[in-house]
């Protein structure tokens, strides 16, 4: 069974920086792409960062282009979001998920091509 374990949220005022972590167990952590997507209240959950299982590759959407940073180290089991220049918009619960699918060549912004999910780590950015 894979399980995926956040780390990182918190309270921080706009323009500042945090930095989540995900570990994950059950499975080749190195065969499969890794994605972090968040929920605001009242809203639907959203695509915010994903890397290639090689970590050759990236993808965000335009939101958080240029302030989020997505990597992985495959030794520790573990991919990362680099936050910068938060803004109030970016308050939400952040979920790390696994792809479905080893060794795919791109990675995918699709929610229904991830199969499993973090329980989320709450990030707050007060104005």
């Known amino acids: 069974q894979v399980q995926l374990v956040e780390s990182g949220g918190g309270l921080v005022q706009a323009g500042g920086s945090l930095r989540l972590s995900c570990v994950a167990s059950g499975r080749t952590f190195s065969r499969y792409a890794m994605g972090w997507f968040r929920q605001a209240p009242g809203k639907e959950r959203e695509f915010v960062a994903a890397i290639k299982w090689s970590g050759s590759g990236t993808y965000y959407p335009d939101s958080v282009k240029g302030r989020f940073t997505i990597s992985r180290d495959n030794a520790k089991n573990t991919v990362y979001l680099q936050m910068n220049s938060l803004k109030p918009e970016d308050t939400a619960v952040y979920y790390c998920?696994?792809?479905?699918?080893?060794?795919?060549?791109?990675?995918?912004?699709?929610?229904?091509?991830?199969?499993?999910w973090g329980q989320g780590t709450q990030v707050t950015v007060s104005s």
């Open positions: 998920a696994a792809d479905k699918s080893p060794l795919r060549a791109v990675v995918t912004p699709l929610r229904d091509q991830y199969n499993y």
